[in-house]
């Protein structure tokens, strides 16, 4: 529900014209999403964990750092969900494994229903944030084009490079399997 909220948010500063949105937006330099350990630290956990995004964030305090790097090194929700099949018998390796896995828990919803479950509710985060990502970047094309974003990343450009990234492709993929 929360990301459902955060994505709902944008339809406000939709309401704004470019110049209204500027003005407000310098009340916002430096902090974005570019620059938030909390955003990084959701990423981390789903699994997009690209180290290199603890050298560009800036003015992070030195917990935050630690929380970051713990997130690193801890398993990810996905390896929890890889544990949890295996522990109910399923293979998750080779990829073509997991696969066949997913789908015996997709077909028999009564046996294996609180994985499917689940699986679902991971989806359902991952599709939330992928929302958010189109989102974020359609608004901030409409308020400030192709200016640099608030955090010091390339802005619009930027944006569009993170669209397609998904905490989950098996579970992308099993639909298209099913």
Same mark, same amino acid.
């Given at each position: 529900?929360?990301?459902?909220?955060?994505?709902?948010?944008?339809?406000?500063?939709?309401?704004?014209?470019?110049?209204?949105?500027?003005?407000?937006?310098?009340?916002?330099?430096?902090?974005?999403?570019?620059?938030?350990?909390?955003?990084?630290?959701?990423?981390?956990?789903?699994?997009?964990?690209?180290?290199?995004?603890?050298?560009?964030?800036?003015?992070?305090?030195?917990?935050?750092?630690?929380?970051?790097?713990?997130?690193?090194?801890?398993?990810?929700?996905?390896?929890?969900?890889?544990?949890?099949?295996?522990? @109910? +018998?399923?293979?998750?390796?080779?990829?073509? $494994? %997991?696969? &066949?896995?997913?789908?015996?828990? #997709?077909?028999? =919803?009564? !046996? @294996? +229903?609180?994985?499917?479950?689940?699986?679902? $509710? %991971?989806? &359902?985060?991952?599709?939330?944030? #992928?929302?958010? =990502?189109? !989102? @974020?970047?359609?608004?901030?094309?409409?308020?400030?084009?192709?200016?640099?974003?608030?955090?010091?990343? #390339?802005?619009?450009?930027?944006?569009?490079?993170?669209?397609?990234?998904?905490?989950?492709?098996?579970?992308?993929?099993?639909?298209?399997?099913?």
């Amino acid at each position: 529900m929360v990301e459902q909220l955060l994505v709902q948010q944008v339809d406000v500063i939709d309401t704004m014209t470019p110049q209204d949105f500027l003005a407000f937006r310098t009340v916002l330099a430096p902090a974005s999403g570019f620059q938030s350990a909390q955003f990084r630290e959701i990423e981390f956990i789903s699994g997009l964990k690209d180290p290199a995004f603890l050298d560009r964030l800036r003015g992070l305090e030195r917990g935050e750092e630690q929380r970051l790097r713990r997130r690193l090194a801890e398993p990810t929700l996905w390896d929890g969900y890889l544990a949890l099949l295996r522990a @109910h +018998g399923f293979a998750t390796e080779p990829e073509d $494994a %997991l696969t &066949a896995s997913l789908v015996t828990v #997709a077909h028999d =919803r009564e !046996r @294996h +229903g609180a994985l499917w479950d689940l699986a679902e $509710a %991971l989806l &359902a985060h991952d599709q939330a944030c #992928a929302l958010w =990502r189109a !989102r @974020h970047v359609l608004m901030a094309e409409r308020q400030i084009g192709t200016k640099t974003g608030t955090g010091g990343s #390339a802005g619009s450009p930027y944006l569009r490079s993170r669209l397609e990234a998904r905490f989950y492709p098996a579970l992308w993929h099993l639909r298209a399997v099913l």
